[in-house]
Structure formats: C-alpha cells, structure tokens
C-alpha cells in the first residue's frame, strides 16, 4: 500500500510540474510575444556609392543560407531528423563558407539573403548581420525580422530556445527606402506564439526614367501541407507587385517561396539526383505576361530529415524569382554548391530593363 502512495504522490507532483513548466513557458511567450505592424520602415545601413541608377541591366543573387546550421551534415527534428542545432565545428564550417561565398559575389548589383540569425541560441548568439555587413562594406543592407521567440520549448529535452531570424537585402545601389510588409500567417494558438511571423521586404530604387525598380525579398511559410497559409499569402504579395507595375515600376521578386514554380518537371532535374514534388505555385495567381525566373536542371533545396546523399536525398526547386512584363530575364543559374553550408543553394539572376 505504502509504494502505491509513494507512486501517487510521484506521479502528482511529475504532472504538476510539467503543467507548471509548460505554464509558465505559454505566459513568457504571451508577454514577450513579438507582433509586427503590417508595415514597417527599415533602417538602411552600409555606404552603396550609387544613388542615381542610371543602368539598365541588374544582377541578382537570391540565398536562404539556413542560419549557418543547416549544411550537409545536418538534418533536423522538425522534418524527422535528430539534430536540433549545429555543433560548433559545423557552425564554424558553415559559417565560413557562406561568408566566403557571399563575399566571392561581390560583383552582383543586389543580394537576397533569407534565415540570417542573430542572438539566437542555435547559432550561438552569432550577429550574422554584422558579419555579412563588415564584409560587405560598399553595400547597403536593410534587415527585418521575421521569427523573433525568447524560448521555444521544443524538443522537450534539447530545446531551440532564444529565436531572432530575418531577411537581408544588400544592395550596390541606394535604395529610396525598405519596408517590411506583413503576410501575417494564420498559425493557431498557442502555435503561433512560437512560429514565424511571415513578411517580405521592399526596397525601392529612383531609376534614370523617373521609374522606380522594386526589389522584393520573401520568405513564405513552410509545413503548409494542404495550402492553408499559401492560399492566405500568395494573394497579399501578388497584389502588390501587381499594384507596383500598374504604377510604371519594374518589379523582381526573389527568395524561399517554399512551393515549386507551376512549371516544375522532375524529369528535366539533371541525373544523379532524386527530386521531389511540393506543395505548387498557382500558375493562374499572375498574369500570362509575368515570368518566373528558375534553372529546371538544378535543385535549390534538400529534404534535411538525414545528412544530405546525392544519390539518396530528395531536392526540389522552391528558390526563385518571379518578374513583371517590363523586365527581360537575360540569364537565370543555380549555383550548385552541393548543399555544404546551407539546405538551401544560390540563385542568381541577370535582367534588363525592356525600355
């Protein structure tokens, strides 16, 4: 009778504890929760010597380098894997790398970085924004933040803890201004106190014709099976861009749109490599006369439930450019880096102004 009780009172004080831990968790996250406005307006940093943009052929580079955690080696808990943050060994490979890459790309006129952390725990408090910043000094660059959690509790015994990721925009040019704009994803509670909170970013640029270039960086939601939060912010990019061309403006949108272009072929992906569907662009969400800019041989993204196998792994094409009709894609390259440093590879874009 007496080990009944004791197993009792174990019990009883383990379950209360739990709820108390968990409690106590969903509190701090309510109270620190971070709550972006639809817009905001983004500091510009850095020293672009170009304020008056009169050329009219632009490259691009777009790249989500994974916060510097997500290279070959790695997989991760969310989609099935082990690993929750990178050793310190492979945050320094990979770190070194992307800035190394980053740096060799010197020559591009604009450079959309997603998932660049700083003060986060998975990281190791790096100010990646800093590094890159330091390293680029002849660019401007404006950031915003799209997941900001002071703890998230999960998984229960090695936890992601202390959370700040965004978008980076460099730029050779001046930009007139940067905005962060909302998507304002419809996660549920308590969900949504530790998820992202989606946004793309804008910068605008005065061109030689009176006209402005509109560069947009965007990071749409993953783990989206069924569409529920695609459906949500596809609409409130599209008709933005739409209301900018109306305008006269040139429109480039790059980035993680995280669902495959509408015209997405596994069989043209070179061989040697197990490509893979996802969740799918609406091919009637823009007009006919809009492009979407991608290399159908190469893949931008891997599946990180295991350490990336060429011949194993499955990748996709969720990293590209989508542009309005006054723009001519001259030239659109994946740069293969076989996924050492990042989940992700660099796209790079080359466009000309049509008048």
Not at 58 to 67: A, D, E, M, P, V
Not at 85 to 107: E, V
Not at 170 to 179: D, E, F, G, I, R
Not at 289 to 305: K, V
């Amino acid at each position: 009778m007496r080990n009944y009780k004791i197993l009792f009172w174990t019990v009883l004080i383990s379950v209360t504890l739990i709820i108390l831990y968990f409690s106590t968790i969903i509190v701090h996250a309510i109270l620190t929760d971070y709550q972006p406005n639809e817009i905001t307006s983004l500091e510009i940093a850095g020293k672009a010597g170009k304020n008056n943009v009169s050329d009219s052929t632009f490259t691009f580079l777009s790249w989500n380098i994974g916060f510097a955690g997500m290279g070959a080696e790695m997989d991760f808990f969310y989609d099935g894997g082990e690993n929750v943050h990178p050793s310190d060994r492979l945050l320094k490979k990979y770190t070194s790398g992307i800035l190394n890459f980053i740096q060799s790309a010197d020559t591009v006129d604009f450079i959309l970085l997603q998932e660049v952390d700083r003060n986060s725990t998975r990281s190791n408090y790096q100010d990646q924004i800093s590094f890159i910043q330091q390293l680029m000094p002849d660019y401007s660059t404006s950031f915003a933040i799209n997941y900001k959690v002071e703890y998230v509790p999960l998984p229960f015994f090695n936890p992601v803890g202390k959370v700040e990721m965004g978008q980076l925009n460099l730029s050779k040019y001046q930009p007139v201004k940067s905005l962060r704009r909302s998507f304002y994803s419809a996660y549920s509670w308590p969900k949504n106190l530790f998820m992202l909170d989606r946004c793309f970013i804008v910068s605008y640029f005065h061109l030689a014709n009176t006209k402005k270039l509109v560069l947009i960086n965007t990071h749409n939601s993953a783990y989206d099976t069924g569409g529920k939060l695609r459906y949500q912010e596809m609409p409130v990019i599209r008709d933005f861009m739409l209301a900018e061309y109306k305008m006269g403006n040139y429109v480039i949108a790059g980035g993680d749109w995280n669902q495959n272009p509408p015209q997405y072929n596994l069989s043209e992906m070179n061989s040697g490599y197990h490509p893979v569907k996802r969740e799918t662009l609406d091919s009637f969400l823009f007009p006919d006369d809009w492009e979407i800019a991608y290399n159908p041989q190469l893949p931008t993204n891997r599946e990180i439930d295991a350490p990336f196998s060429k011949e194993k792994t499955g990748v996709t094409i969720i990293d590209y450019y989508i542009v309005s009709p006054n723009v001519k894609i001259e030239k659109v390259k994946t740069v293969s880096n076989e996924f050492k440093f990042s989940d992700h590879e660099p796209v790079y874009l080359k466009i000309r102004i049509k008048d």
